[in-house]
């Protein structure tokens, strides 16, 4: 049977307007989650024999299972993206938004203020006669759970350099020292100036502007950093949380978008559309202190912007590595671990935030070795 992600993968490749960053999957469609035993499901809005002929079609004949839904994918996605309308009302009660795709529901993360949210809902439902209630459903929002003692008696024990090899070849998930502290490199890349950048999460560098750089390690040799400081004041703090690595063009330097683990090097690309429709899909996660980890991700949406939220937790250290849809032949980049808690940063943000502090694009780097 082939790979989950990569049948999910084939579909959405189908219907993503990569040049506009856009998505529209048709009518049919609901969204896939996975089964108990990890077997796909496809949700579809009405089950017939040609629709589920059609679905075979998009997704390549791919084997896989049907349930019937009322709403439809792109009526839940509007329906989250729209909640942006009342952003001002709702953000003493609210957090975010995701769609839940087996409960084919936009749910609400709430704050533990439950009675005051639902009378400012009540409201906003009676005066906006285009807002359907009944596509949503709220939760108080659950925190991970906090790391465990042994992770904790491991943090000391992480490794604090690494020495380059003979090609200089830098990949993510080598580490990343900023002084007395480090994290982990995340991504490979290059802008349209033609520089070569190493990506990470920020929060090392306190936050600094990006016309001072910073010093930082990369496999014992020292590079200038910069973090991509805040302009938006309605986004989420992970939002900002982010760095570039700039690696000298006089140097002679290699990069690639392979995750090292010793003997394995995976290869991915970065991918930045159709985020939402991952929610509740299995991510892999690389640190140098946790090595790779797998579970479940959500992707909360709030005001315009997507974070991760990884259903597991990291050690200090992991910030900046990579996080990851797994597929047979590629894994696709979804974005940067930024706390022990297992918050992400997306890499939709990242390359937006890099084009608004420098004006250039960024994109990934392959380099197969």
């Known amino acids: 049977m082939a790979n989950c992600n990569e049948i999910v993968f084939s579909f ?4 993503t307007d990569y040049d506009e960053d856009l998505y529209l999957p048709p009518d049919y469609f609901g ?7 990890n077997n796909l499901i496809m949700y579809i809005t009405e089950d017939t024999a040609e629709i589920r002929k059609q679905a075979k079609a998009d997704c390549d004949g791919a084997d896989f299972s049907f349930v019937e839904v009322e709403h439809s994918f792109n009526q839940l996605n509007e329906a989250m993206l729209s909640l942006d309308r009342f ?3 709702l953000e003493a009660f609210t957090c975010g938004a995701y769609i839940d795709i087996p409960k084919n529901k936009v749910a609400v993360l709430l704050i533990p203020d439950f009675e005051g949210f639902k009378k400012e809902w009540a409201s906003i439902v009676a005066d906006n006669e285009d807002i359907d209630p009944d596509l949503y459903t709220f939760e108080i929002k659950k925190e991970p759970p906090a790391i ?3 992770a904790k008696s491991q943090i000391d024990n992480a490794p604090t350099s690494l020495t380059p090899n003979t ?10 020292s900023f002084g007395n502290s480090y994290g982990t490199i ?3 890349a290059y802008d349209s100036l033609g520089r070569y950048l190493l990506i990470t999460h920020a929060h090392n560098l306190g936050f600094t502007s990006t016309i001072s750089p910073r010093t930082v390690t990369v496999a014992g040799l020292n590079m200038d950093a910069y973090t991509l400081s805040p302009t938006a004041t309605n986004a989420p703090a992970v939002y900002y949380d982010a760095a570039y690595i700039v690696i000298p063009s006089t140097a002679s330097y290699t990069v690639s978008n392979k995750v090292n683990n010793t003997t394995t090097r995976i290869s991915y690309v970065a991918l930045d559309s159709q985020l939402s429709s991952y929610s509740g899909g299995n991510v892999s996660a690389y640190g140098v202190y ?3 980890k797998s579970s479940t991700v959500t992707v909360v949406y709030s005001s315009g912007f997507y974070t991760l939220q990884v259903n597991t937790t990291f050690g200090s250290g992991d910030s900046g590595g990579p996080i990851y849809l797994t597929g047979n032949s590629q894994n696709r980049l979804i974005g940067i671990i930024i706390t022990q808690q297992g918050v992400g940063n997306t890499w939709k ?8 502090a420098t004006g250039q694009t960024l994109s990934p780097y392959l380099y197969n070795y």
């Open 148 to 150: 465990d003692d042994s």
């Open 349 to 356: 943000n990242i390359r937006d935030r890099y084009y608004t």
């Open 12 to 15: 959405w490749d189908k219907y």
């Open 31 to 37: 969204g896939f989650s996975r089964s108990e035993d």
């Open 167 to 176: 090609t200089y070849a830098f990949y993510p998930g080598i580490q990343s």
């Open 290 to 292: 946790s090595g790779f």
């Open 186 to 188: 995340s991504f490979c």
């Open 87 to 89: 952003s001002k009302r």
